[in-house]
């Protein structure tokens, strides 16, 4: 028996050491700030396309913020974390990091001084990073204004405050690399799969997470959540009443919307602007990844669709008429307020993206969760600086709790063909009083950069 204790104790000692090896990491030598000239100006742009991808700027700029100066505050479920400051400021930005530095924290998630990152940063998607496009990437990043900014302090409750702890969690959720080729697939689809899992993370927002926060296995881009909204599925499971195909896809991801999907709103829409940044080929490639994760329609949606068609009594020549003509007669409440409130603008007569979407063709509508339809309800669209862009008044001072709830599930049966969603009214409280904090955006979708792309000095 003592033996048996002496054995168990040994192979503890063991595993913590085993552990304290894997979770230590060295600290990188810090360097001289590399100057401009040093890199060249072909890499710099291509960088600038990458960082747009990865959706630098989104997380590494506060609201009213300079560009890259981090301290954008990340709500997760444990706490709020502080993105970085990734100028190349000697003091307060990554200034001092060398290249491997960088491309270290991008493959494992480990800062310069040897300390694990927090998957706030989508470093799960990154590692699949080429070489190359991290090296792009970091002449990009240093080259960028250098701006002193201090982000404050990670609010998080002991332990998840000690950084050693995230060691266990990789231990667990990481699986560290760079992107393997299938062999099996055409090269435009390792292209696409190799933008949409590394460094455009689409399933950062769109894959359900489990309770310590990374990636459900097996329920990859089956639907997730961002800033209060719900990031529809993209695998089968998708809630397009028109099934998404390879040129639907390129379209939306182009230009922002497409007439048989409507516009890409909430945090949608920046990743739509950001991607116009990209070469068709690499948009194309997108597509032809995301079609194949959908695959083809089953019969039944097959045949759902082509009735969903005919309602919008879209003909061969692709006319649309007013869906008001043909849809139900709204006597319910719910149908009274569509017509005082809504259909001048969506009974589908105003061309997209400008015109509201006729609901019929709505993934917000027909989705399982109604979060995105309340957040679009109460709060609206508002409108871009500078540029026309789809504008919706919010009806949260106009309709009560029971007035939305009994709207929304006019819209369900009416339009989804699906009975109304049976936890609505709760959500559209707990939306009403910021739990959720929904972030308000205008679907502009269009190309935005930051303030300093292309700055020369
Ligand atoms: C979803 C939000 C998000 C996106 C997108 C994002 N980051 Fe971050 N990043 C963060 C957060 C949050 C941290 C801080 C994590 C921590 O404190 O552990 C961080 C940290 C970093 C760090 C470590 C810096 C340091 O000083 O420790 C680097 C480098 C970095 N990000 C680069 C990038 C690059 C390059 C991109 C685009 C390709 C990018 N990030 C996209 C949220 C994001
Ligand atoms: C920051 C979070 C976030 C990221 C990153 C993100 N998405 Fe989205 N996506 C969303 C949200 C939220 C919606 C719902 C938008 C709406 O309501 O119009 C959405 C909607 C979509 C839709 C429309 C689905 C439908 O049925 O209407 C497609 C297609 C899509 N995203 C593709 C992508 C691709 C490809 C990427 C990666 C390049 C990506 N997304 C990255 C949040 C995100
Ligand atoms: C002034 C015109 C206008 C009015 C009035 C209006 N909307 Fe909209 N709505 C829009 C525009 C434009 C869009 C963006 C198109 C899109 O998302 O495809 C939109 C988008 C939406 C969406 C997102 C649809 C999707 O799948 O992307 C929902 C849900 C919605 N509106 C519901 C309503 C409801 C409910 C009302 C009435 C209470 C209403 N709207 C009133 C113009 C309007």
Known sequence: MKRFWIGVLILIVVC???????????????????????????????GAVLASVGNCTACHTKPGGKSFAGGLAVPTPFG?????????????????????????????????????????????????????????????????????????????????????????????FFNKGAYREDAAQSAEWNRGAYLVEGLGHCGACHTPRNALGAERKGAHLAGGEAEGWDAFALNASSSAPIPWTHDSLFAYLRQ?????????????????????????????????????????????????????????????????????????SPTSRGGAIYQAACATCHDGSRPQPFGGIDFHLSSTIAAGDPQNAINVVLFGLPAASGRESPIMPGFAAMLTDD??????GYLREAYAQKPAWADAKAKIADTRSGKYRVSVRPSDGIE??????????
Do not use: C
């Open 16 to 46: 913590l050491a085993g552990f304290v090896a894997y979770a230590w990491k060295p600290a990188i030598d810090p360097i001289e700030p590399p100057q401009r000239v040093s890199f060249d100006q072909a890499l710099i742009e291509k």
């Open 448 to 457: 935005r950069g930051p303030d300093n792309v292309g700055a020369k000095d």
């Open 403 to 408: 007035q939305v709830a009994d709207l929304l």
């Open 256 to 328: 922002g919307w497409h007439s048989d999907h409507g516009v890409a709103n909430g945090p949608m829409a920046e990743v739509t602007g950001n991607l116009g940044r990209l070469p068709d080929s690499d948009i194309s490639a997108i597509a032809t990844y995301l079609a194949s994760r959908m695959g083809e329609p089953t019969p039944e949606r097959a045949a759902a669709a082509e009735d969903t068609r005919k309602k919008l009594s879209i003909d061969q020549g692709g006319t649309p008429i007013p869906a008001s003509a043909t849809a139900g």
């Open 80 to 172: 709020t974390i502080y993105s970085t400051n990734i100028t190349p400021d000697a003091a307060t930005g990554i200034g001092r990091w060398s290249e491997a530095a960088f491309s270290r924290a991008m493959r494992e998630g480990v800062e310069r001084d040897g300390n694990h990152l927090y998957p706030a940063f989508p470093f799960d998607h990154f590692t699949l990073v080429s070489d190359e496009d991290n090296k792009a990437l970091y002449a990009y990043l240093m080259t960028r204004h250098a701006v002193e900014n201090r982000p404050p302090a990670n609010e998080l409750p002991f332990p998840l405050n000690l950084r050693f702890v995230l060691a266990g969690w990789k231990l667990l």
